[in-house]
């Protein structure tokens, strides 16, 4: 005789292989949101986040752009670079920060000071120029100095 007309609509194999599926498709999800926030864009709008809360600073007006980033672990080291928006891109100003990720996302830690202003050519920019809405850095001029 022949095959039956009408197959068992679940078979053993078939429910087998539907329970592997979707344990290969678990695990995939989970390692990819494990790595969601591994990305220059999410380090991008972590650094955004921080200068928000700055007083005095319109970052609406400022290009962020992140030119390097490394991972490792719970903790993330970024080369940011600033400019105005529409500005000479020759003219901008790097910074390094230090994130720590926090509940699925990137939490600026903490700066180093070695940012500084640079030229078209990536030496310092006479006078010392910043992006248009960034605060005045430093201390006050040694002829200023409290006495």
Not at 25 to 46: F, H, P, S, T, W
Not at 58 to 71: G, L, P
Request: glycine share 14%; net charge positive; hydrophobic share 35%.
């Amino acid at each position: 005789m022949g095959y039956p007309a009408n197959p068992p609509p679940c078979g053993y194999n078939r429910l087998v292989n539907s329970r592997v599926l979707c344990f290969i498709a678990g695990i995939v999800l989970l390692a990819g949101c494990n790595r969601g926030v591994e990305n220059k864009e999410a380090v991008r709008q972590a650094v955004i986040d921080h200068l928000v809360n700055r007083a005095g600073l319109n970052v609406a007006s400022m290009q962020v752009d992140v030119s390097a980033v490394s991972f490792r672990k719970d903790e993330a080291d970024a080369t940011v670079i600033f400019r105005s928006k529409g500005g000479d891109p020759g003219q901008s100003m790097t910074m390094n920060y230090t994130l720590e990720r926090k509940g699925g996302r990137w939490v600026v830690k903490g700066r180093s000071e070695s940012g500084m202003p640079h030229g078209a050519a990536g030496s310092p920019a006479p006078g010392g120029q910043m992006p248009q809405g960034h605060p005045p850095v430093g201390g006050a001029k040694p002829s200023e100095a409290p006495k």
